[in-house]
């Protein structure tokens, strides 16, 4: 299917996105070290380039950056999705009109405040996650916002969350999916998304680098072989369009035709 029938949004939003990453790769092959901070091709969490992205591109909502200064002081911080990740996912949910949201993987909860913010008063988050400890910590301030309304967070493995969804008949009806938990079931919660979301609809996938590891998959990593694996089906998927972007720790978008 041609990528123009799709909304004419998310057509315009796919090729902003395929320009400007080929712009960076051909600029990466002149330059490295420059465009992606190191060899190895990733911008290191504290390196200048970074703080100069976030200096120049951040525009946080001050309870954002609460929650994430908060949760960077939590011995499992480095689990959060980065903040420039979040408003690039943020964007792509507006630029479509989102109403509808799925998250796998919620943690603290930055990312799925930062979507209820976006959204409209009547629109949702359904929040997977299987730790409520973590999801307590974001909780005060997803009231505090003025959008705890908005979030409807499920205790419970993902997957029997997407299939409740899908057996209420709700398949097709999310326009936003965002995947970061178990990697292992990366596969099965990309499958139950796409059925979840209607055409013209994202699903962005996290970690698809896993710090590098996706090179060379070791026989007992099976996180890294997830994740490789799902990253060659994605690049043959005809139901989809997508862009691979070096952004945090690599997240993939797909775009249902």
């Known amino acids: 299917m041609p990528l123009l029938s799709v909304p004419k949004e998310v057509a315009v939003g796919t090729a902003m996105l395929g320009v400007a990453f080929a712009a960076g790769v051909l600029a990466g092959k002149r330059y490295p070290s420059f465009i992606f901070g190191t060899p190895s091709g990733k911008i290191g969490r504290n390196s200048p380039l970074r703080r100069y992205i976030l200096d120049h591109s951040l525009r946080e909502h001050p309870i954002l950056k609460k929650l994430r200064l908060l949760t960077a002081d939590h011995p499992h911080g480095r689990m959060m999705v980065s903040c420039e990740e979040a408003q690039l996912m943020a964007n792509l949910a507006k630029l ?74 709700e398949a097709e009806t999310f326009d936003f999916a965002f995947i970061d938990a178990d990697k292992e079931s990366y596969n099965e919660y990309y499958e139950k998304c796409f059925h979840l979301i209607k055409k013209g ?57």
Not at 101 to 111: A, K, L, P, R
Not at 140 to 153: F, M, Q, S, T, Y
């Open 96 to 169: 479509i009109k989102a109403k509808k949201v799925i998250e796998i993987g919620v943690f603290t909860g930055y990312n799925a405040l930062s979507m209820a913010l976006l959204l409209p008063d009547d629109g949702r988050v359904i929040a997977c996650d299987i730790n409520e400890d973590y999801a307590k910590i974001g909780r005060p301030l997803w009231k505090e916002a003025g959008v705890e309304h908005k979030i409807d967070l499920r205790i419970k493995p993902a997957i029997q969350t997407l299939d409740e969804l899908l057996a209420n008949g």
């Open 201 to 257: 609809g994202i699903i962005a996938i996290d970690n698809v680098f896993w710090n590098g590891k996706v090179l060379k998959p070791r026989k007992d990593d099976l996180a890294a072989q997830s994740i490789h694996r799902l990253n060659e089906k994605l690049l043959r998927d005809a139901r989809v369009n997508i862009s691979m972007l070096p952004v945090g720790d690599g997240v993939t978008l797909a775009f249902k035709l």
